[in-house]
């Protein structure tokens, strides 16, 4: 046993005994840095900003006790700023879009609890690094062209519906209208953040950047009586944190397919940020720990359970707070728990001068975060990997800004498909690990054949999993005809490993290979004129093995996985899919599906009005949702002329008494006040009457249109012809 594996720290109690000291200052010096973070992640996602501080709280105080994983620190995250902004922008905006987030949260951290299950903690080997890397700069791409307006003064309000390519054409306009006093503040944060890492002096490298921006806006902002002189969207606004932390998660908009789209992105791209820090930082560790990747992917799943039932943001381990607590000397899970702790005493004890923070200074570490996610170099870095890594990079960054991170993320990948094909990797070895694998008493010898791609390393991943320590392993790649980059890293960190557990890695083959640069971990190709000679594939010892996951396992998750799409294929289809049976036995259908859609409308309407309530946009919805009152009560009257059954008759009687109840004691109460312009009383009629008075509404006029597809399908599958 070596020395540094002998002096392991320990785990549960006994490691809180004996790191307690180490455990705690890292702890608190995370805490120092997530603080802020937390606060501006979750404004920037359109959450209230306390429930990004809740999120980090449930990532070390609970999540703790399950990871798989011992330095990562857990809480919101930057790449998923754009996923939950657009979750609650698309579903209504506001407290609505909020809590119908919330919904979405919840269901995707199920599916994460069962991946982890299900032992697929590997699937991030799948994503190229070159489009994992391309989809985080195009999040640090969008948030900057968001936070920079923010950062200069300008009100939030008047950027609602902006893509990206159009935030960041309005630059030039936000620099001529800034708000003087505080984009002064924001461009001090600025320098600040970019100038800290810079400094030689030892005792300041200690004190994490942003809490010196908050040593520095906070006294600005009270000595320039921001409270008074600016808007109320200069300052955090926390407002009745501990009164609103509860059941929050709406599911009401569980049918819908904009509902299980952000289902499946929180799932994709959630796990894949989460799971690729754990990795990153298991290599940071001193004492080379391993993780659990599908322990630690079950537990984040659990933790984003408790954050979306309670109102906060989904959350992964979080790259920037988890190097800092390896380099504020963490040891254990411990780290973990106290920085959620400290946060806990924040939330209890420093809310006042919290709300003193200008948001300026929370947008200027968001930009600071969004630099580092696409700063100039990693442009370099990856050019001189190689020039292919370039264009699969780029590619997801442009698919990723012009449309979303799904398509962005797809698009790399098949760039790297296309790539991987033109460079002759063999069709056969696209997705199966090809080797042949021999045992003696002292030594492996492991032959490579077809192609060494990210599409099958977990299955390579599997045959290295079987080499025992402390014996000499030859790796042979002279049947090899490519070795792409994320293989090579691979091959690398098992070298590191391998050789640290006291055997011995030979590597042959590569003097055959071109790599496409002078990179030491750059793809590489057979020379051209070399064909390496196919043998009969013999498949590694052990069980039955598909790309690393067992039969049940790789049949429940590709079940899994096939229906999540086809579910949301599903949601997505329109009224002119049922076209297809005649005109009569549509229209009831079509009548109740409308006001299913009009009802939802007035929701969002009146959510939209609440988070900008100008004069001009009270006048507009509240007129809207009056207009669309009197057509509900026109289409109502008309589909109860239809033939109904006892069963639909009874429903519909339901739905109107409930409905009237909605609109005398909901709706109306709350058109008043805004034209009252008492946007305080009309919030509290939404949560107090809208809300819990719509439930019943959305439950009649749904299972009304469940009852008419129903119908609608009997009908069509009786007349169809035979």
């Known amino acids: 046993m070596s020395s540094i594996q002998s002096s392991l720290p320990k785990e549960g109690i006994a490691g809180l005994k004996e790191n307690f000291r180490s455990d705690f200052i890292s702890g608190f010096l995370v805490f120092l840095l997530a603080l802020p973070l937390s606060l501006g992640i979750a404004k920037a996602s359109e959450f209230p900003p306390a429930m990004g501080v809740l999120t980090a709280m449930i990532g070390g105080l609970f999540v703790s006790f399950f990871a798989g994983s011992r330095l990562t620190i857990k809480g919101p995250a930057a790449g998923l700023i754009t996923i939950c902004a657009g979750c609650v922008t698309e579903l209504g905006g506001g407290p609505e879009g909020w809590h119908l987030a919330l919904g979405a949260i919840v269901v995707a951290s199920w599916i994460q609890i069962v991946l982890g299950f299900l032992k697929a903690g590997s699937l991030s080997d799948f994503i190229p690094h070159s489009a994992v890397h391309g989809m985080l700069a195009a999040i640090g791409i969008i948030i900057f062209s968001k936070q920079i307006h923010i950062l200069l003064g300008i009100d939030p309000s008047t950027l609602k519906g902006l893509d990206p390519i159009g935030l960041l054409a309005r630059i030039p306009d936000s620099v001529m209208h800034a708000n003087q006093p505080v984009a002064l503040i924001g461009i001090v944060s600025l320098i600040v953040l970019f100038g800290m890492p810079k400094l030689k002096v030892n005792f300041l490298k200690k004190i994490p950047a942003p809490m010196i921006v908050l040593l520095f806006a906070i006294p600005a902002a009270f000595i320039l009586s921001f409270n008074t002189t600016q808007p109320a969207h200069a300052l955090v606004h926390i407002g009745d944190f501990w009164g609103s932390v509860g059941y929050n998660p709406d599911f009401s908009a569980i049918n819908s397919f904009v509902f299980w789209k952000y289902v499946f992105m929180f799932v994709v791209v959630g796990s894949l940020e989460s799971l690729l820090t754990v990795k990153a930082v298991d290599g940071l560790d001193p004492w080379k720990r391993q993780s659990d ?140 690990a090809r080797y042949t694998l021999k045992e003696n008493e002292n030594e492996y010898n492991l032959t490579i054949q077809g192609a060494a791609i990210f599409s099958n390393l977990m299955g390579f991943k599997n045959a290295f999993s079987q080499l025992k320590a402390g014996k000499k392993v030859g790796l042979d790649f002279s049947k090899a005809k490519l070795v792409d980059h994320t293989f090579m890293e691979f091959l690398k960190h098992f070298e590191e490993e391998y050789t640290h557990t006291g055997g011995t890695v030979i590597v042959k083959g590569f003097e055959r290979f071109q790599p496409f640069s002078n990179h030491p971990l750059a793809g590489r190709k057979v020379s051209h004129g070399y064909q390496p000679l196919e043998e009969e594939f013999v498949q590694a010892k052990g069980p039955l093995i598909v790309n690393g996951f067992g039969r049940v396992q790789l049949a429940l998750l590709f079940g899994m996985l096939c229906a999540l799409p086809l579910l949301i294929v599903g949601m997505s289809k329109t009224e002119q899919d049922l076209n297809v049976v005649q005109q009569d036995r549509t229209i009831p259908l079509e009548q109740v599906a409308h006001i299913e859609v009009l009802l939802l409308e007035n929701r969002l309407a009146i959510a939209s009005t609440l988070v900008t309530p100008t004069p001009e946009i009270i006048s507009h919805n509240t007129a ?28 519909a009687e339901r739905f109107a008494a409930n409905r009237n109840r909605f ?48 119908d609608f399908l009997a009908h069509h599958n009786k007349n169809r012809p035979s």
């Open 663 to 710: 609109i005398n004691e909901g709706l109306k109460p709350v058109i008043i006040a805004l034209r009252a312009d008492d946007v305080k009383e009309a919030n509290n009629i939404v949560v107090r009457k809208v809300r819990p008075l719509y439930q019943p509404v959305g439950e009649d006029i749904h299972a009304l249109v469940k009852l008419q597809q129903a």
């Open 624 to 651: 809207q949702v009056e207009e669309n009152i009197a057509e509900i009560e026109q289409t109502w009257n008309a589909y109860m002329t239809n033939h109904l059954t006892p069963a639909e008759r009874t429903l």
């Open 293 to 432: 990747f599908n322990k630690d992917l079950a537990a984040v799943g659990a933790g984003n359970a408790v954050s979306g039932l309670l109102g906060g943001l989904p959350m992964i381990s979080e790259v920037a707070r988890s190097s800092a607590n390896v380099r504020f000397g963490g040891r254990t899970v411990w780290a973990n728990f106290f920085h959620g702790f400290f946060l806990l005493v924040a939330m209890l004890l420093m809310i006042p001068v919290i709300e003193m923070i200008p948001n300026a200074a929370l947008a200027a570490m968001l930009i600071f975060v969004g630099y580092v996610l696409a700063s100039p170099s990693l442009f370099y870095k990856t050019y001189k990997i190689g020039s292919e890594q370039l264009v699969v990079f780029l590619v997801t960054i442009a698919a990723t800004i012009t449309t979303d991170l799904l398509i962005g993320i797809a698009s790399g990948i098949v760039a790297k498909f296309f790539f991987h094909i033109v460079n002759g990797a063999p069709l056969s070895s696209m997705f199966k």
